[in-house]
């Protein structure tokens, strides 16, 4: 043989062996190294066998051992690939595997993977019902239903099913692809489902604990109810009125917004001025020192009974005496006169209001012809004085400056709705209070004076309530 032919022989076997190598290993796995035994006790075996597939997530990671029968019920040892992990947080149940009826074990993870992995000798847990139907079971029980139809009656129900099902094909499909979306969406929330299923056994126990409560809020609901069904039409005239109410209220407020922003301006002022600390320290000490006379003045005041002195006089049994000495001749030396004559100060009336909103209250006058004063001098305000600045445009504060002052008389006729008459609206507004308070009451008060309303509706007289 010549060398050329003996080396290309050489090389082709080792070749070969090395691709039987190379097989043995990647689908056999490692000969030299040993798989995991765990094992998994089921209610029974449900024909599963030795050399079944065992899957996770749908990728076989071993097979099944051996099947044996335990006082507990099945136990099958697994065989978990060498160099196959699987986390230690999984439980076991019996599926199947194609559609002729093979079975295989199916591992589930439960929550999140678990960073631990089995180990030879572990338990796996089984899930609660993880053994199929018997498919053979099912199978007779259909052939003996079948068979005690008949074959007449099969076949006249198979023709009727056909005529009905006719030209449905379209609505069958649809059917279809919504069980398989629902299906779906049913799995894809499987363990919220299993997580409210775990929750329902407190959850209805709490309300079989409160079933006394809730039977007496059904009972109050109840009162309400009735309350609101005989005043139905006080309602439904309530709602049809309250857009005129909420009218008048608007109109209102618009021809006065004006005066009210000038006054909480002016609140602000005063309580800004009072807030302030040299005034806080004057309203203290004032508040402390009053009491030395005050308190004295009350001291030596004895009460007593007084005597009517007129027609209409009421009768006082506590009526306050104040007793005054008097010393004669008086201890303080006589009035002297001014060296110069003092004059009175200048009167300042009150300026007028200016906002954003418009023109409000012309400025105060001094007009008393009956009362004169004579040396008096009046300072009328500027128009600087009358405006309120806000945080609008000063455009606008400025324009109604510059207008004249409107009489803020409201009229009838501005405030009239085209609805009901102004005092039904403002009932209206009367009824809306009282069932914002009855909204804002207690609840056991609430319910009581419901409970008074429908009980005196059957009193025979209404004037005297229980």
């Known amino acids: 043989m010549r060398p050329r032919m003996l080396v290309n022989a050489v090389a082709f076997v080792l070749l070969s062996l090395g691709l039987v190598a190379y097989g043995v290993f990647d689908l056999l796995g490692d000969p030299f190294q040993s798989p995991t035994l765990v094992s998994a006790t089921f209610p029974n075996a449900a024909g599963i066998a030795p050399n079944f597939g065992v899957v996770l997530k749908g990728v076989v990671v071993g097979s099944i051992q051996s099947v044996q029968l335990t006082g507990r019920g099945a136990k099958v040892e697994i065989a978990l690939r060498p160099g196959v992990s699987v986390p230690s947080n999984v439980k076991a149940r019996i599926g199947l595997a194609n559609d002729l009826g093979e079975q295989q074990v199916e591992l589930l993870p439960v929550g999140p993977p678990s960073r631990r992995s089995l180990s030879g000798g572990a338990s796996i847990p089984v899930e609660h019902g993880g053994v199929p139907v018997q498919v053979g079971k099912v199978i007779g029980t259909a052939s003996r239903l079948l068979g005690s139809i008949g074959a ?237 600045r806000g945080g609008g445009d000063p455009a606008h504060t400025t324009a109604a400056v510059s207008r004249p002052a409107p009489a803020y008389a409201l009229s009838a006729a501005r405030l009239h709705p085209s609805g009901p008459n102004g005092p039904a609206a403002f009932a209206v507004l009367g009824v809306g209070a009282l069932l914002a308070g009855f909204v804002l009451l207690p609840r056991r008060r609430r319910l009581d004076r419901l409970a008074v309303v429908v009980r005196r509706r059957h009193l025979p007289d209404r004037k005297e309530l229980p």
């Open 152 to 388: 007449r009656h099969l076949n006249s129900l198979l023709a009727t099913l056909g005529e009905g099902l006719k030209g449905e094909a379209a609505n069958l499909q649809a059917m279809m692809t919504a069980q398989r979306q629902f299906s779906s969406e049913f799995l894809a929330y499987q363990h919220q489902f299993t997580a409210l299923l775990a929750n329902s056994t407190p959850v209805l126990n709490s309300l079989a604990g409160e079933g006394p409560v809730l039977r007496r809020d059904l009972a109050a609901t109840e009162v309400l109810a009735n309350v609101l069904e005989q005043h139905r039409y006080g309602l439904v005239k309530m709602l049809s009125n309250g857009a005129s109410a909420f009218s008048v209220a608007t109109r209102l407020l618009d021809a006065t917004r004006p005066n009210l922003a000038c006054t909480l301006h002016d609140l602000a002022g005063l309580s800004a001025n009072g807030a302030a600390p040299a005034n806080l320290s004057n309203l203290s000490v004032g508040l402390a020192t009053n009491q030395w006379f005050f308190g004295a003045v009350a001291g030596i005041s004895p009460s007593g009974p007084a005597k009517s002195l007129f027609p209409g006089d009421p009768y006082n049994a506590h009526q306050t005496w104040i007793r005054t000495r008097l010393l004669i001749p008086p201890g303080s030396p006589p009035a002297g006169l001014y060296p110069r004559p003092t004059g009175l100060n200048a009167v300042r009336p009150g300026a007028g209001c200016a906002t954003e909103f418009g023109r409000g209250v012309g400025p105060a006058t001094q007009r008393l012809a009956q009362f004169p004063v004579v040396g008096t001098r009046v300072d009328p305000p500027s128009r600087s004085e009358a405006v309120v």
